[in-house]
């Protein structure tokens, strides 16, 4: 593509970022807001009940996008931190004038109560996949922030899980509902572009890593760190507070997967959608020269890459079909190959990948039971393969899986990191 | 392999193991003399972190040679669960056997964890253990033994989960409900449908919690296939609200067809609220839905079922469907018209575009704007009807029309709009009319000849419409705009000196660069400040190579003839701190008034430089900077 042509098919699209598009998309006429409760002839009790747990930084982002639905009453907060609790408490009684906010050191307590209808879970990716199967078992709709699983083991019985206690699952993928990569998409999806040949997504550091335990230090008091429960269902190690950051602490311990699966579970998640929300792909190479290519059964090509990438903003996607491509990324903006792609639709263009409309999304899909964008089985799909790549990273060869067993195909060692054992006494 | 964080000395010996991971994974399996050294290191007096990392080799590559000092680990707290990772992934009957073997003699959590991986490993043989376990004191254990028993899912497995149904305690029997639904979904899932029917019928009928009923009562709908129909249809009956999601959730999922009649069914027999979710319901079956019912649910009746089916057209509907819409679009409700015209946008097919245009000509009152505005919207070419309804007295009609015009017109209609902008019957119709070509000008695929007609227009346009022009212009963008704008900045008109200036002071890439530092040396005097302003803007905002900018930014520090365009330069140059822009600020220091101000800019950027790792000493001292 020459950089004109970019640019040329860059105005064309990034011209369009009128409040009224932005507006349409943020509020799709589902059903009545009424018939939501959007507005307040629904009394409080047809509102969602919504308790947050783990909420630090990106959990407080959520909790904003949350307060600011009118139908949302949040009730209560879990967190092992005592600071979080009260901050997050005071938050949610600010917002409501009262000091009704709830507190819970073991979300446990909090699944137990019967009046809240769904859980915001944005504890660091440790917790993710054990605590939201708890929280469907419990009857709760859950909205859970990514990396959702460690694993493809974990992958698998999430989205079973799901299904099986018929609860509606939201992974924190908010890009699903932003109009340019949902627009880049459907291109891609509904063969716009020719037969899909490519789906690339930016991993922003392939590593597969393991570290070892960091030097003990004294447990906290549980009442203000509650060090038992952040270990949760990870392998247990001596307290350090230097793994007092939910991302962090993934690396103390087993396979882990960098900026595949951190950034994947975005990016290769919209290539996910990109390709109809197909099965993973069948066949992961070791990363040459800055890029994985991984091939999906019709033969499209998934690959990872690092570099290469038309300046958009973060977490870039790029489809290629055999008549046209279509680039996006985090700033709100997409290049096209060609302007008749937009086929006279106007795209709104919003950066800053915003989950507003996710939460939106999550909590329609709460009341109508249908399936949010970022559900369970898409989720589990865009994750196995997020995982799988980073098996053939950490073994650095050719491995190849099986849709239909869910197991690499012949590869012992591959298998052995499809799963991990969660520590006593949690179970998925 | 990259290893994250500091370590201690037996975590380094930990992370040069693992290291070693990585690098013999990649070439092949584990020897059996490195798979001894692991197994000593669990033998040995190695700190526990040494040991767990053992352990996560081992889980990896080692083989029932590791079986047996593995299972030793599972009664230590520290290292039980690390020690299970290995033994959940070493194939063979001595892992199955060890974890077994265990479950003899361990309590509590350390039991719980064992049991857990049991069922991971879903071993049939375990049966009796975990039957037995179902019995045990504490309420942990035996729940977890019933969930063991779910994933094992075989014949024994139920019959013992079964009989735990009714016989176990109350805080176990939630667990054990829990496993009843996993042996059915498997015994399902492997033909044996009767007894899965009969494991969910009993799990629903027990005293366990309603999230276990719900499960189970899904699993009997599904497990049943098109005989499941009367018990779907009695949850979407229910007065139980969990029930009645359940439904909705459950038809999303039922086979064949005779399921959508049933949701069509309880529309009428139900209240407006659940009527409005289970329309959402029947538009997420489109291959199947009843598109009748759901019209005439648009049609007529409460105001929130309307609501809803109007919006379910937008996924289900045809052209079959347009008068209804059409009749909602203009329905004095605000809230159902908005959803009907959203629904009228969204709605495909060319059919539908062809009955638009074709009522368009004859529409009247309210009918005629929307459907103007629907013109728009799904860029349905209809200019001659546009161009009569912008002769209408009616302003919401020729506000509509323009609007539309600016979505539907192709290079050829752009000067409708121009006219319409240069001769508008009312201010408020100038600027929508502006605003339309605005549209129309940013969406044609050839930049260049666009400008040429703005630019044409230009010529004979009032000053207040030349400024409009120019904006436009500079909207449109390419190398025809640059020029345009360039030359129109040199003009010997002061409004367009103005106002190009000012439009090409903010342009979105460096390809204004030539033309903004020609109209800084060459421009009329009162805007060369204004375009070297620019032009440093340009050096600020856009990725471009070290190289380049400290090149643009000297040029735009040689032209500057103020101290405030030297300082935004030396702002620059901090603000994108490398060797090359550093280069600029050491030598803005031979200028006496700015020496200090280039001096601290220096250092900050030193600093700066220093804290990414670029080392740029000698450069400082070179220039007799002390940096400390």
């Known amino acids: 593509m020459s950089n004109q042509e970019a640019q040329v098919s860059r105005r064309r699209f990034l011209k369009t970022a009128s409040s009224a598009a932005a507006a349409a998309f943020a509020a799709p006429t589902i059903i009545p807001s009424s018939a939501l409760g959007l507005d307040d002839s629904v009394p409080p009790s047809e509102r969602v009940v919504v308790g947050g747990i783990g909420i630090g930084n990106r959990g407080a982002y959520d909790l904003g996008c949350f307060l600011e639905q009118k139908d949302v009453q949040f009730a209560a907060v879990c967190d092992v931190k005592e600071a979080r609790r009260t901050t997050v408490k005071r938050i949610a009684d600010t917002k409501y004038g009262n000091v009704a906010c ?99 997504a930016h991993p922003a550091g392939m590593q597969a890593m393991m570290s070892g335990w960091l030097p003990a230090q004294p447990d906290p008091d549980p009442a203000v760190v509650d060090w038992n429960m952040y270990l949760g269902p990870a392998a247990w190690r001596p307290f350090n507070p230097k793994l007092l950051d939910g991302f962090n602490f993934e690396k103390g311990g087993g396979l882990v997967g960098g900026g595949v699966l951190e950034w994947g579970s975005h990016c290769v998640d919209l290539c996910q959608w990109a390709v109809n929300d197909c099965p993973p792909p069948v066949e992961y190479n070791a990363p040459k020269d800055g890029e994985l290519v991984a091939r999906y059964e019709n033969g499209c090509e998934l690959i990872f890459r690092e570099k290469g990438w038309i300046p958009l903003g973060s977490c870039p996607v ?87 067993t869910h197991m690499f195909v012949d590869d012992d060692q591959a298998n052995r990191l499809r799963s991990e054992a969660l520590r006593e006494p949690w179970r998925l | 392999m990259r290893l994250t964080r500091p370590f201690t000395r037996s975590a380094l010996i930990a992370a040069l193991m693992l290291a070693s991971v990585a690098s013999s994974a990649q070439a092949q399996k584990l020897s059996a003399d490195k798979e001894k050294e692991l197994i000593a290191v669990l033998r040995s007096e190695a700190p526990s972190a040494d040991k767990a990392i053992a352990c996560k080799r081992l889980a990896v590559d080692g083989s029932i040679a590791a079986v047996e000092d593995l299972a030793k680990l599972l009664t230590d707290p520290q290292l039980s669960s690390w020690a299970r990772i290995a033994l959940e992934n070493i194939p063979g009957a001595e892992s199955a056997d060890a974890l077994k073997k265990a479950t003899e003699s361990l309590k509590g959590q350390l039991l719980v964890g064992t049991i857990n991986s049991i069922g991971v490993r879903r071993d049939a043989t375990a049966v009796d253990v975990l039957t037995a376990k179902l019995q045990d004191k504490d309420a942990d254990v035996a729940s977890a033994a019933a969930v063991a028993l779910g994933r094992v899912g075989n014949a024994d497995a139920e019959k013992a989960l079964r009989a735990a149904l009714t016989a176990a305690p109350d805080n176990v029997r939630s667990a054990v409900a829990e496993g009843c639904v996993l042996c059915a979904e498997r015994l399902n899932a492997g033909g044996k449908t009767k007894e899965a029917i009969a494991l969910y019928d009993d799990v629903r009928k027990a005293e366990v919690p309603k999230q276990r009923v719900i499960e189970a009562t899904r699993g009997a709908i599904l497990a049943r296939g098109e005989e499941g129909l009367p018990l779907l249809v009695e949850q979407l009956a229910s007065t139980d609200r969990k029930m009645f999601q359940l439904a909705l959730g459950t038809a999303r999922e039922f086979p064949g067809k005779e399921v959508d009649k049933a949701l069509a069914a309880e529309l009428s027999k139900t209240i407006p609220q659940r009527a409005a979710l289970i329309i959402q319901a029947m538009a997420d079956r489109p291959e199947t839905v009843d598109l009748a019912v759901v019209l005439k649910a648009a049609g007529s009746g409460a105001k929130e079922v309307r609501i809803s089916a109007v919006g379910a057209l937008a996924r289900i509907g045809n052209e079959t469907c347009l008068q209804t819409l059409f009749d909602a679009a203009v ?55 546009l161009l009569k309804a912008l002769d209408s007295s009616d302003k919401g009609v020729r506000s509509a029309a323009l609007v539309a015009l600016g979505e539907t017109v192709d290079l050829k209609g752009l000067s409708i709009l121009i006219s319409q902008v240069m001769a508008a019957k009312s201010e408020e119709d100038g600027a929508t009319a502006q605003q339309a070509l605005k549209s129309a000008s940013v969406r044609m695929p050839d930049q260049d000849a666009c400008v040429t007609e703005l630019a044409a227009a230009m010529e004979k346009a009032p000053a207040a419409t030349k400024v409009t022009l120019l904006e436009i212009i500079a909207d449109v963008g390419g190398a025809k705009a640059l020029k345009t704008l360039g030359s129109s900045a040199k003009s010997n008109d002061p409004v367009q000196q103005d106002a190009s200036s000012r439009v090409l002071g903010k342009w979105n890439n460096v390809d204004a660069a030539p033309v903004l530092i020609d109209l800084a040396k060459t421009g009329p005097a009162q805007y060369r400040v204004r375009s070297l302003r620019g032009y440093i803007g340009l050096v600020r905002k856009f990725a471009m190579p070290d190289k380049q900018r400290a090149e643009m930014a000297q040029t735009a520090f040689d032209l500057s003839t103020q101290a405030a365009e030297q300082k935004l330069v030396l702002d620059v140059c901090k603000l994108h701190a490398n060797p090359e822009t550093l280069k600029v600020v050491i030598k803005a220091r031979q200028v006496p008034e700015l020496k200090d101000d280039a001096t601290t800019t220096a250092v900050a950027m030193a600093k700066a430089m220093s804290a990414k790792g670029v080392d740029v000493k000698d450069q400082m001292t070179k220039a007799g900077i002390e940096v400390k």
């Open chain 1, 102 to 200: 709830a507190t819970y050191r073991d979300f446990r307590e909090l699944l137990d109560r019967q009046d809240i209808d769904a859980v915001l879970i944005a504890t660091g990716p440790n917790w993710h996949a054990t605590m939201a199967m708890n929280a469907a078992k419990a009857g709760k709709d859950i909205y859970c922030e990514k990396p959702v699983t460690k694993n493809i083991e974990q992958s698998l019985i999430l989205a079973d899980t799901m299904r099986r206690t018929a609860r509606v699952f939201q992974a924190g993928t908010q890009r699903r509902n932003l109009p340019h990569f949902a627009f880049a998409c459907e291109l891609a999806r509904t063969g716009k572009l020719g037969k899909l040949k490519k789906v690339y």
């Open chain 1, 318 to 404: 790029r489809f290629e079909g055999e008549t046209g491509w279509v680039e996006a990324g985090d700033s709100g903006k997409m290049v096209l190959s060609s302007p008749t792609l937009l086929a006279g639709r106007t795209v709104a263009e919003i950066g800053g990948y915003p989950a507003t409309f996710h939460v939106r999304d999550f909590l329609d899909c709460v009341k109508t039971r249908s399936q949010p964008k970022g559900n369970a089985q898409a989720a589990c799909n865009a994750h196995i393969a997020c995982h799988a790549a980073n098996v053939a990273l950490f073994l650095g060869r050719q491995v190849k899986f099986d849709n239909q």
């Open chain 2, 331 to 385: 329905d004095d409700d605000a809230e159902l018209s908005q959803a009907a015209k959203a629904t009228l946008a969204d709605l495909s097919g060319e059919k539908i575009n062809a009955q638009i245009a074709a009522l368009l000509p004859k529409a009247q009152g309210k009918s005629y704007q929307m459907l103007i505005e629907l013109v728009g919207q799904r860029r349905i070419s209809a200019t001659p009807a």
